[in-house]
């Protein structure tokens, strides 16, 4: 059985949610935009679903902008409100953010540059990750018409002060976008101040392929997609309504076990971490050490390749990653860890674990929990029962014994062949 720790990356499919999507997948189908009774059926679910989100975000139903993930709702929000913006000033504007945004959000900000010469101001950040409220307060300007900033970091899970950045933004009457992709499930999502809030579905349990932008009414949005006028004109195409249906579903779930998850899972990440820490030489925690999400444990290990160590992992069942999986891949040093000012040597030596909603500490003394499968060099026993196929998300994580498979990993990389 192999131990899942990517969640970041993607979580699987809640039961909860395929059930509630298989009958709109099945038969009732239907086009909302179709004018009979079929047609009307599907609408109703699909403003049904829509309703349900707004509420989950406290926001009203017409905010909500049913999208393919968060990288479209990212580009939605940023192209859109600069876009919008721009062609009311008729002049370039002004865009605010931060060297560690995931890749989604710099690259809309670049093409706003590169296409529509806009001045794109990206403001640093800490050694853990954090932007200084007062400092996005320094970087307005008169033509400033969007700041936007991850409400948590996706590789290093620093959580940033929304209320703050919302204030700032607020008293100059600037928007602010969050992207909230990492957050949802673990943070609060309504009342943070934000005029845009940007949501993934397969990071909450729903399907891959469904997602939300929530940008209030009153902000004027340019679509990216242009068509049927679907979502208020501001998102053409038939919707997905089985993936709203779904995204709702999972989104109500995860804010319904919100506070429970976060800190069952939050005592595990720190029993983790210091486990890790005081059993594997050189290694550092990258990110805020207390303002992080509950789930994310990020480290560097000098010495080492990140990506040896995630085999010598897999190899012992042990899933994770080195970072984004959006970036994965990719040869060039993590741009987030590079901005923390951690050298780029060491940047190529980062391992990311990202627990679930269901994890909880594991009583070690019960052989019948497991909390880290057995290292496939064992010799195997013969009468044992095949171990199902494919990753598996179990309930019972023992934090010592996990980060004595990381120890060991780390060893055996070191040791070399």
């Known amino acids: 059985m192999m131990l899942y720790l990517d969640h970041a990356a993607t979580t699987p499919v809640r039961p909860?949610?395929?059930?509630?999507?298989?009958?709109?997948?099945?038969?009732?189908?239907?086009?909302?935009?179709?004018?009979?009774?079929?047609g009307e059926r599907a609408a109703a679910v699909l403003a049904d679903a829509r309703a349900r989100v707004a509420a989950v975000l406290g926001m009203r139903p017409g905010d909500i902008v049913f999208t393919s993930g968060g990288t479209e709702a990212n580009n939605l929000a940023i192209k859109g409100i600069a876009i919008a913006a721009q062609l009311r000033r008729a002049a370039p504007v002004h865009?605010?953010?931060?060297?560690?945004?995931?890749?989604?959000?710099?690259?809309?900000?670049?093409?706003?540059?590169?296409?529509h010469g806009a001045e794109i101001t990206r403001v640093p950040v800490d050694a853990t990750g954090r932007v200084d409220p007062d400092a996005v307060a320094a970087a307005l300007r008169e033509d400033t018409v969007l700041v936007t900033?991850?409400?948590?970091?996706?590789?290093?899970?620093?959580?940033?002060?929304?209320?703050?950045?919302?204030?700032?933004?607020?008293?100059?009457?600037?928007?602010?976008?969050?992207?909230?992709?990492?957050?949802?499930?673990?943070?609060?999502?309504?009342?943070?101040?934000?005029?845009?809030?940007?949501?993934?579905?397969?990071?909450?349990?729903?399907?891959?392929?469904t997602g939300v932008l929530a940008v209030r009414g009153r902000i004027p949005l340019e679509p990216l997609l242009?068509?049927?006028?679907?979502?208020?004109?501001?998102?053409?195409?038939?919707?997905?309504?089985?993936?709203?249906?779904?995204?709702?579903?999972?989104?109500?779930?995860?804010?319904r076990e919100r506070e429970d998850a976060a800190g069952r899972t939050g005592a595990l990440r720190d029993a983790f971490i210091a486990a890790v820490?005081?059993?594997?030489?050189?290694?550092?925690?990258?990110?805020?050490?207390?303002?992080?999400?509950?789930?994310?444990?990020?480290?560097?290990?000098?010495?080492?390749?990140?990506e040896a160590v995630l085999l010598e992992l897999e190899r012992r069942g042990?899933?994770?990653?080195?970072?984004?999986?959006?970036?994965?891949?990719?040869?060039?040093?993590?741009?987030?860890?590079?901005?923390?000012?951690?050298?780029?040597?060491?940047?190529?030596?980062?391992?990311?674990?990202?627990?679930?909603?269901?994890?909880?500490?594991?009583?070690?003394a019960d052989p019948a929990r497991p909390a880290v499968p057995a290292d496939p060099a064992r010799p195997a026993d013969p009468a044992a029962p095949a171990a199902p196929a494919g990753p598996a998300v179990p309930a019972a994580i023992d934090p010592a014994a996990l980060a004595a498979a990381v120890a060991a990993s780390v060893a055996a990389v070191r040791s070399g062949p």
């Not at 959580?159 to 008293?171: N, Y």
């Not at 006028?229 to 993936?243: F, K, L, P, Y």
Request: charge should be negative; include cysteine; glycine fraction near 12%.
């Open 226 to 255: 242009h068509g049927g006028g679907q979502e208020r004109d501001r998102r053409s195409g038939t919707e997905n309504v089985a993936g709203a249906v779904g995204f709702a579903t999972a989104l109500e779930l995860a804010e």
């Open 95 to 115: 865009v605010v953010t931060t060297p560690i945004e995931h890749e989604s959000v710099l690259a809309s900000c670049d093409h706003l540059a590169r296409v």
């Open 318 to 364: 042990i899933v994770s990653s080195s970072g984004s999986a959006c970036a994965a891949g990719s040869d060039e040093p993590s741009h987030v860890l590079l901005a923390l000012g951690i050298a780029p040597a060491d940047t190529q030596t980062a391992v990311r674990f990202t627990f679930g909603h269901g994890a909880v500490p594991a009583v070690p």
């Open 16 to 38: 909860e949610v395929r059930a509630a999507m298989l009958p709109l997948l099945t038969d009732r189908f239907g086009n909302p935009s179709s004018h009979h009774t079929v």
């Open 277 to 306: 820490l005081s059993a594997v030489p050189l290694a550092q925690l990258t990110g805020h050490p207390v303002l992080r999400l509950p789930g994310t444990a990020s480290f560097t290990f000098r010495g080492v390749s990140g």
């Open 149 to 209: 900033i991850g409400y948590a970091n996706n590789e290093i899970g620093t959580v940033q002060d929304a209320a703050a950045l919302a204030g700032v933004t607020s008293a100059a009457r600037v928007p602010l976008h969050l992207d909230a992709v990492q957050a949802a499930g673990w943070l609060p999502l309504a009342g943070t101040g934000a005029d845009a809030l940007s949501i993934a579905g397969h990071k909450i349990g729903a399907p891959q392929g």
